[in-house]
């Protein structure tokens, strides 16, 4: 196995399996989730389906026409696969800022995902927005990121909004005084 096979599974693996491939010299430093808050439901709401069925059959006395156990069966193999490709949906669909970019990646499906990168050079301005009680309270919002080509990009139900544009303005800022140093001064005659 050659070493740049080694070094693109070393960094998809500390990636934590996330669809990016980082570029040469690039370092990870935040993978932004969705907010827990919005999993939550899928776990409590759908196996209430099993619990409902249980109470229909020992309070009402229905065994499903002789069919209890594969109604039981079924009913639990489509909660779990429900709660399970919420899961995977709410796992892959992530915000991934790298010391060179910040890409979004958009997952709406098993078979279908948008993936939107933009460079801190052509990020104008950012900014975030929590709307709402519960977004006060559970700390959520959405973040605002205006590009060059006026095109506005936004990220909803990002835990923890200031702690995110934070970290991407320190690295816009830090790309900007590295890019400065970097520039050759005019000549003083």
């Given at each position: 196995?050659?070493?740049?096979?080694?070094?693109?599974?070393a960094k998809l693996t500390d990636t934590y399996r996330m669809p990016i491939i980082l570029r040469q010299?690039?370092?990870?430093?935040?993978?932004?989730r969705k907010h827990v808050m919005f999993l939550l439901p899928v776990f409590f709401t759908w196996p209430?389906?099993?619990?409902?069925?249980?109470?229909?059959?020992?309070?009402?006395?229905?065994?499903?026409?002789?069919?209890?156990?594969?109604?039981?069966?079924?009913?639990?193999?489509?909660?779990?696969?429900?709660?399970?490709?919420?899961?995977?949906?709410?796992?892959?669909?992530?915000?991934?800022?790298?010391?060179?970019?910040?890409?979004?990646?958009?997952?709406?499906?098993?078979?279908?995902?948008?993936?939107?990168?933009?460079?801190?050079?052509?990020?104008?301005?950012?900014s975030y927005s929590k709307e709402g009680m519960t977004a006060s309270i559970y700390n959520f919002g959405?973040?605002?990121?205006?590009?060059?080509?006026?095109?506005?990009?936004?990220?909803?139900?990002?835990?923890?909004?200031?702690?995110?544009?934070?970290?991407?303005?320190?690295?816009?800022?830090?790309?900007?005084?590295?890019?400065?140093?970097?520039?050759?001064?005019?000549?003083?005659?």
């Amino acid at each position: 196995m050659c070493s740049c096979s080694l070094r693109l599974s070393a960094k998809l693996t500390d990636t934590y399996r996330m669809p990016i491939i980082l570029r040469q010299n690039e370092n990870l430093v935040k993978i932004v989730r969705k907010h827990v808050m919005f999993l939550l439901p899928v776990f409590f709401t759908w196996p209430l389906v099993v619990v409902v069925l249980v109470l229909v059959r020992y309070l009402a006395r229905f065994d499903f026409f002789g069919y209890w156990l594969p109604v039981l069966a079924f009913a639990i193999l489509l909660v779990l696969l429900i709660v399970l490709y919420r899961f995977f949906i709410w796992r892959m669909d992530a915000l991934i800022i790298t010391d060179q970019r910040v890409v979004e990646n958009e997952q709406r499906g098993f078979f279908s995902k948008t993936v939107t990168e933009l460079l801190y050079r052509d990020i104008l301005e950012i900014s975030y927005s929590k709307e709402g009680m519960t977004a006060s309270i559970y700390n959520f919002g959405e973040i605002k990121i205006r590009t060059a080509s006026e095109n506005e990009l936004v990220f909803e139900k990002i835990p923890n909004p200031a702690e995110v544009v934070e970290v991407i303005n320190r690295i816009r800022q830090s790309g900007f005084v590295a890019a400065l140093s970097a520039t050759p001064s005019p000549p003083q005659y």
